[in-house]
């Protein structure tokens, strides 16, 4: 099967991404909206792994890394592989010497709905890599899927060249004609935890801050305590 073209990122897409590393999902949570999709079952190896990049979809047969292979040989700089399709394969896509290969690319991480292998060496490597699970057993390398096409990762639908964000509290995806948007709402966000921390420091407690008490009283009058 022939592979889609890759998808180069432009001048704007790059201002969009270094703008948005400087939030984490829970700001972008709040910017957006709590109903915002979200997947949190695809955890990163180590909780202090952090994503934002370009997505570079792959779909695999189960069990089998051949497509992860031919992405990763084509992969670009910030590109980050978003693979599907073996979530029940029974074997790890991903190990210590892929991790070793991205990184030196200067891809911007991995995240595999399904098992990986190497979680030591890739925590200490430093290379960005979430999974859904750990395996031993290595993949085949014979069944041949899709590069470059829509793809579901839990909850949420991943097109190629959208923006996707990544931490130990879960992963969201931005299209890329949404991210200045996205930046300016969570920037908003920022100034506002920045606000509430000052007025922590000074004394104040988030019940007063956020006003409570009259939410209290009125809950407490309807239960007739």
Not at 123 to 143: M, N, Q, W
Not at 200 to 213: C, E, H, K, Q, Y
Request: some cysteine; hydrophobic content about 40%; aromatic content about 4%.
């Amino acid at each position: 099967m022939r592979a889609s073209k890759l998808i180069s990122m432009d001048d704007e897409q790059k201002g969009s991404i270094a703008k948005l590393r400087e939030f984490t999902v829970c700001q972008l949570m709040d910017a957006l909206g709590s109903s915002y999709p979200v997947t949190t079952a695809i955890r990163p190896i180590d909780r202090r792994f952090r994503i934002c990049g370009t997505a570079l979809t792959v779909e695999c047969a189960p069990g089998d890394n051949l497509t992860i292979h031919h992405a990763l040989h084509r992969a670009q700089p910030d590109d980050v592989l978003v693979v599907v399709g073996s979530r029940n394969g029974g074997a790890a896509l991903w190990g210590e010497l892929m991790s070793v290969s991205a990184q030196s690319k200067g891809l911007g991480g991995t995240i595999i709905d399904g098992p990986v292998r190497d979680p030591l060496e890739i925590r200490a490597l430093g290379y960005p890599v979430f999974c859904r699970d750990i395996h031993p057993s290595r993949a085949k390398k014979e069944t041949y899927g899709r590069i470059n096409i829509p793809v579901r990762l839990g909850d949420i639908l991943i097109s190629p060249a959208d923006i996707v964000v990544a931490d130990a509290n879960g992963i969201i995806c931005i299209a890329g004609n949404h991210a200045q948007e996205a930046a300016r709402l969570a920037s908003e966000v920022l100034l506002k935890e920045k606000d509430i921390k000052d007025q922590i420091l000074s004394g104040r407690t988030l019940f007063d801050i956020f006003n409570l008490a009259g939410c209290v009283a009125e809950q407490q009058n309807a239960k007739g305590t």
